[in-house]
């Protein structure tokens, strides 16, 4: 069975140059990272295409990517060599972090210290290097102030860490999946990825942005096209899916520090120039439709997947008939093939946040009446609709004043929309029936047309051990981006429980662009601060092969 092997992304790096002097700071990157002798076996590779499929899979990357949506998109950019720098013009609002940033102005950022940088700030992440970066890419932006950013980059090809990125489809990973009618919370400004202004792509495009918020599909695009304009294509792989992540040649008296690789003998020959410290396994879908399977070796692992694999269910009884969605594109595409049309029975929505209220939407727009049931008050502070601005957001707060006035009460019958807070389901039945309770313990029967659940979601980690829950918080509960995020380091975001191991995004709490920006930023300052240290030592040592 062949198996697509990371050395073919290796020989790639030298195909996509033209010029001597690039291939050459390429090299030194891979002589860093691999030692010179690996170095020269890398260069004296043919340049084959990247697609190929080869049985040799004794290279070890120094990172592979899971996910290939924003998060592990500027991560590539960041590993690519792209280096951020205080502008040299720039002045930032912030009157103490300006004054730090003028002690190294001509050090990239990456190269800073980002626990000095970020403190004192303050943000909606609880991430400080997220509330940092982006702070610097979006001046105030929480005070309404659409302010440049102080940051301009550079591309220093000898900063270049090979890498690959993993994604199940197209690079922009979720939103190629979103529904297309609704628009996104942010603005566009706040969706763009550094290097390249949303509002400039869409000029380039000859499309009108009627306003600052715009189509998920706009963004899904704007990713795609963004990979392929910052040059980043020769790291990304479509159409992989992952089986299993694990660690090789853990020792016994591993604790938790730096580890070293056993010396066990492999089943493959083992590279003595890097630690193999993960195994990937997964397999590639090709155009055929057959699955091709794939085995990488790799030094790091960020795991940059989202949120959005899995929905969250009621686990309630009947929950599993066919009647009952858990996602929007799902209703969505009922909705969109007539399904509904001529109905009289009304639609139960479950939820309180925006996707619930995106299905609200597209049910009452479409005639279809509506029952919104929900656990939490009309007025808890923590509703999503209380932060978004009235004028910004019209539909939601649409939505919002109906969950607030058109209240259910015993003696009066259902409208178009009819709003039930404090209440839960407590079953489905196979003759569309659902039962309600409220919170006082009254329980209601009603007859649907359809039911659509719609109370966040899970990401997929399977391909981790104990389903990835013992890198959260709490390790006896499933992974979420609000109530049991990933534990990091603040500033390198490797996961506490698991070294050379990193997430960023959702998966750590970052679930807006916006913020998710900084993992890559920690990512990268780790990743160089290490190899600085590596370096010290390899000139301590007098050189040879490898690298401590």
């Known amino acids: 069975m062949p198996v697509w092997c990371c050395r073919c992304s290796l020989a790639g790096h030298f195909r996509n140059y033209s010029d001597s002097e690039t291939e050459g700071e390429i090299f030194h990157s891979l002589v860093q990272y691999f030692g010179d002798s690996l170095g020269r076996k890398v260069k004296a590779m043919p340049l084959v295409e990247e697609t190929s499929l080869l049985e040799d899979s004794s290279v070890t990357l120094p990172v592979v990517i899971i996910g290939n949506g924003p998060s592990g998109i500027c991560l590539s950019y960041m590993l690519s060599g792209y280096r951020p720098y205080l502008s040299s013009e720039a002045i930032h609002p912030n009157t103490i972090l300006h004054s730090k940033l003028e002690e190294a102005r001509h050090t990239s950022i990456v190269d800073q210290d980002l626990e000095y940088l970020s403190e004192g700030l303050e943000g909606r992440s609880s991430n400080p290097v997220a509330v940092l970066f982006d702070t610097l890419l979006h001046p105030d932006a929480d005070f309404g102030y659409d302010y440049p950013s102080v940051l301009h980059w550079k591309l220093e090809q000898h900063h270049y860490i090979p890498h690959l990125v993993l994604g199940k489809g197209p690079p922009g990973g979720a939103w190629h999946n979103m529904?297309?009618?609704?628009?996104?919370?942010?603005?566009?400004?706040?969706m763009e990825?550094?290097?390249?202004?949303?509002?400039?792509?869409?000029?380039?495009?000859?499309?009108?942005?009627?306003?600052?918020?715009?189509?998920?599909?706009?963004?899904?695009?704007y990713?795609?096209?963004?990979?392929?304009?910052?040059?980043?294509?020769?790291?990304?792989?479509?159409?992989?899916?992952?089986?299993?992540?694990?660690?090789?040649?853990?020792?016994?008296?591993?604790?938790?520090?730096?580890?070293?690789?056993?010396?066990?003998?492999?089943q493959r020959e083992k590279s003595k120039f890097?630690?193999?410290?993960?195994?990937?396994?997964?397999?590639?879908?090709?155009?055929?439709?057959?699955?091709?399977p794939f085995c990488l070796f790799a030094e790091n692992v960020a795991l940059a997947t989202g949120t959005l694999d899995s929905p969250a269910h009621l686990e309630i009884e009947g929950e599993n008939f066919p009647f009952v969605f858990h996602s929007m594109p799902e209703f969505g595409a009922a909705v969109s093939k007539g399904k509904f049309r001529g109905k009289v029975d009304p639609v139960l929505i479950v939820g309180s946040?925006?996707?619930a209220a995106d299905a609200v939407l597209c049910a009452y727009n479409n005639n279809i009446p509506v029952i919104h049931a929900f656990r939490r008050r009309v007025t808890d502070p923590s509703l999503i609709f209380k932060q978004l601005p009235k004028k910004l957001y019209p539909e939601y707060h649409k939505v919002y004043h109906m969950m607030c006035t058109q209240l259910f009460s015993g003696d009066s019958s259902l409208?178009?929309?009819?709003?039930?807070?404090?209440?839960?389901?407590?079953?489905?039945?196979?003759?569309?029936?659902?039962?309600?309770?409220?919170?006082?313990?009254l329980k209601k029967i009603l007859t649907l047309s359809a039911a659509v659940v719609l109370i966040g979601s899970h990401p997929n980690l399977s391909f981790l051990k104990e389903q990835g829950c013992y890198l959260g918080h709490n390790s006896s509960q499933p992974i979420t981006c609000k109530g049991n995020p990933v534990e990091i380091d603040a500033y390198t975001y490797e996961c506490v429980k698991e070294a050379n191991l990193f997430a960023l995004g959702p998966l750590v709490g970052d679930n807006f662009v916006r913020f998710l920006k900084g993992g890559a930023l920690g990512i990268t300052h780790?990743?160089?601060?290490?190899?600085?240290?590596?370096?010290?030592?390899?000139?301590?040592?007098?050189?040879?092969?490898?690298?401590?």
């Open 274 to 292: 890097i630690k193999r410290n993960w195994e990937i396994r997964g397999y590639q879908r090709i155009t055929d439709g057959s699955h091709v």
């Open 353 to 355: 946040g925006l996707t």
């Open 193 to 221: 990825l550094p290097g390249l202004k949303f509002k400039d792509w869409v000029s380039s495009k000859r499309r009108n942005l009627k306003g600052d918020r715009v189509m998920p599909e706009e963004i899904a695009r």
């Open 415 to 441: 409208s178009d929309y009819t709003s039930f807070p404090e209440h839960h389901v407590l079953s489905f039945k196979s003759d569309m029936k659902c039962v309600l309770q409220s919170v006082s313990g």
């Open 526 to 548: 780790c990743f160089a601060s290490r190899q600085k240290k590596k370096q010290h030592l390899f000139v301590e040592r007098g050189g040879g092969d490898g690298v401590a």
């Open 223 to 266: 990713y795609k096209h963004y990979v392929k304009v910052m040059g980043l294509q020769k790291n990304f792989r479509e159409n992989t899916y992952i089986t299993s992540v694990s660690r090789l040649y853990r020792d016994q008296d591993d604790d938790g520090q730096d580890r070293d690789i056993s010396t066990k003998p492999l």
């Open 179 to 190: 529904e297309g009618s609704m628009l996104t919370i942010s603005f566009g400004n706040w």
